[in-house]
């Protein structure tokens, strides 16, 4: 049997996406920004995928710009708010994904005061101490994840839009894990800048975009043209575009159902992990399906010396998981989010993340071959 549980990483192609872009890749080639009729027409898609993209997030097209993706987002986010909205004071957590943290560092060498807010030892935001460095920085710019990639643990998204509104600080999410997993009504929050990427929710990979509030004027992180109304300079990846646009349309139409399904599975790793594996536990908030997304479960495993193996031996026997994050994979730096953790390093983590496309028969597999690891068993392939 082969199984992928390394759908936080990147989610498998949905085939009627596939159907979408077919003809934007095979049939409608032109420019967008042509003005014959095959450009027309290509540019009358790509507007639909914008209107689509802002329907469902009950905001205004021109609020959304197409981009390479949530790393490209992010960095427009907070490089272009220092640039353009004279923000000095940049708060975050040392949880972020690296499009974030290693931005923040860059800007940091740049003289950009940097505050990391306080975490509990399962990675939950300390929203006192948050309000504390809001208080006492003006110009300030909070960069804060609504879902984190590793451990899955949620933001309030309102509180620290209602703090962030009283201290006149700018509110950017990377909501890269969480878009279309939960419904986001971006006109009742109280966000500056939140993030998309459709290889996240069934889409195809190198498309993403930028959500930037009406009232946020900032000027193009990249240059080179006129496209995007004069944001982002590049042709537009229409095939992409149209693929992202079909992708949350259907994440948004079988929202319900997927995540009653995708529940299911997570409640199910969870106590049969607990019935096979002695010492057993889960890192940050990933088992508390009321504080954490629900297709992420990291899973903390008994010290072995075998556990620097552990991707590796379940490799062979066809179950794709993660370590981490999927960005440092080949890497020998250990997990940045997991190394904030109050939590014995030595024991093992390995992260299960789930999508509609998973059964129970797959639970049931993964976790046998896993549970047989650590009963000193061999492991048939």
Same mark, same amino acid.
């Given at each position: ?6 759908? *936080? ?5 949905? $085939? +009627? ?5 077919? $003809? ?20 009358? *898609? ?89 208080? #006492? /920085? ?80 900032? /000027? ?16 537009? #990846? ?8 079909? +992708? ?15 529940? /299911? ?37 008994? $010290? ?27 890497? #020998? ?5 997991? +190394? ?39 492991? $048939?392939?």
């Amino acid at each position: 049997m082969n199984v992928y549980f390394d759908n *936080a990483a990147t989610t498998p192609l949905d $085939p +009627a996406v596939f159907e979408a872009m077919k $003809p934007y890749l095979l049939e409608h080639y032109g420019n967008p920004s042509s003005i014959h009729t095959h450009g027309r027409k290509v540019r009358t *898609a790509l507007e639909q995928a914008r209107k689509k993209v802002a329907d469902l997030l009950n905001v205004t097209p021109g609020e959304i710009f197409f981009t390479s993706g949530g790393t490209e987002a992010d960095n427009t986010a907070i490089r272009c708010s220092i640039r353009d909205k004279g923000v000095k004071h940049l708060i975050s957590s040392k949880i972020e994904h690296h499009a974030v943290t290693h931005t923040l560092e860059a800007k940091e060498k740049e003289g950009v005061k940097i505050s990391y807010v306080n975490l509990s030892g399962d990675g939950e935001v300390d929203y006192d101490h948050l309000e504390d460095l809001l208080k #006492n /920085n003006s110009n300030s710019m909070v960069s804060l994840m609504h879902a984190n990639n590793e451990i899955g643990n949620l933001l309030d998204l309102k509180r620290v839009g209602d703090l962030c509104e009283t201290y006149g600080a700018i509110f950017h999410s990377d909501t890269v894990q969480s878009m279309a997993h939960y419904v986001h009504d971006l006109s009742q929050l109280k966000l500056d800048f939140a993030v998309g990427s459709a290889h996240k929710f069934h889409g195809p990979k190198g498309i993403g975009f930028l959500y930037i509030n009406h009232e946020m004027k900032i /000027n193009p992180f990249i240059h080179g043209g006129a496209q995007e109304r004069n944001m982002r300079g590049g042709t537009e #990846n229409v095939c992409g575009i149209v693929g992202l646009a079909k +992708a949350m349309e259907i994440a948004y139409g079988e929202m319900e159902a997927h995540r009653k399904h995708i529940e /299911n599975l997570k409640k199910r790793t969870i106590e049969k992990l607990r019935a096979s594996i002695d010492g057993v536990g889960f890192n940050g908030l990933s088992d508390d399906l009321d504080k954490s997304l629900y297709t992420v479960l990291n899973i903390c495993l008994p $010290p072995s010396e075998d556990n620097d193996m552990l991707l590796f031996n379940l490799d062979i026997n066809g179950i794709s998981v993660s370590g981490g994050s999927a960005c440092t994979s080949g890497s #020998n730096i250990g997990s940045h989010v997991l +190394a904030e953790l109050d939590r014995d390093q030595s024991r093992g983590a390995i992260r299960f993340s789930f999508s509609k496309y998973n059964t129970e028969e797959e639970v049931d597999y993964a976790v046998e071959k896993l549970a047989s690891l650590y009963q000193g068993q061999t492991i $048939p392939a």
